[in-house]
């Protein structure tokens, strides 16, 4: 198993520039969120989906949207990029969203290192 | 609001034992985790307690106490190898969402 992977590790974008951040597991998981970590400080939720279709949003959606076509992928798409979007963005995913720890604990990507310049 | 409160920073030495604290305040309660990231590398799962008293899991443990808000991360023996960032998110309701604390930096001196 690949676990989460997400593509690219490293990007700089221009001021109102477009990109997707692509992510996708193999671990049959239901449940997959979107993260950016800010110097210094903890993770805040961007969207997150419990499923094939559903989508939803997180503490800080502003500025992104996501799709989830497959149970596999998950990407992230921002629209005219913003100095304030340059973060580290980790995927996540999990069995489930609650129970017991074994479908709880949720798996995170590599991250994606943005620079909006 | 929702709030979770750890130390940003602490040092210790090779081989000593530390405990990290982490104190929450939030809507409801579904759950505790912590995590371990290394600088530059995603968060990796280390323990969750859903139910108080004392989770053991090898050289790491972690202590929650649901009425008063209150869990901690206690690593002994400690190697070099622990120096990284250790996250404390709560799960508050049962719509699928972790809140997370800010992390605390851990230094291991020699």
């Known amino acids: 198993n690949a676990g989460v992977t997400q593509t690219p590790k490293f990007r700089i974008l221009k001021i109102g520039q477009s990109m997707t951040l692509q992510c996708a597991q193999d671990?049959?998981?239901?449940?997959m969120y979107w993260y950016r970590q800010d110097p210094g400080m903890g993770l805040k939720l961007i969207y997150y989906?419990?499923?094939?279709?559903?989508?939803d949003k997180g503490e800080v959606p502003n500025g992104y949207n996501v799709s989830r076509s497959t149970t596999e992928d998950f990407p992230l798409r921002l629209e005219l990029a913003a100095p304030s979007q340059t973060s580290v963005y980790f995927c996540?995913?999990?069995?489930?969203?609650?129970?017991?720890?074994?479908?709880?604990?949720?798996?995170f990507g590599p991250g994606t290192r943005l620079t909006v310049l | 609001g929702q709030n979770i409160d750890q130390p940003t920073e602490m040092t210790a030495t090779e081989g000593a034992i530390v405990q990290i604290n982490c104190t929450y305040q939030?809507?409801?309660?579904?759950?505790l985790f912590w995590y371990q990231q290394h600088a530059g590398e995603a968060p990796t799962f280390l323990s969750y307690?859903?139910l108080d008293g004392l989770e053991e899991k090898g050289r790491f443990s972690s202590f929650l106490s649901r009425s008063k808000g209150y869990s901690y991360l206690l690593l002994k023996e400690l190697q070099m190898k622990d120096s990284a960032s250790y996250l404390c998110?709560?799960?508050?309701?049962?719509?699928?969402?972790?809140?997370w604390g800010a992390g605390t930096k851990l230094i291991i001196k020699p």
């Open positions: 996540a995913s999990s069995y489930s969203g609650t129970g017991n720890s074994a479908d709880n604990e949720q798996f």
């Open positions: 671990m049959n998981h239901n449940y």
């Open positions: 989906s419990v499923g094939a279709g559903i989508t």
């Open positions: 939030t809507s409801g309660f579904n759950g």
């Open positions: 307690n859903v």
């Open positions: 998110a709560v799960e508050a309701d049962s719509n699928y969402q972790l809140i």
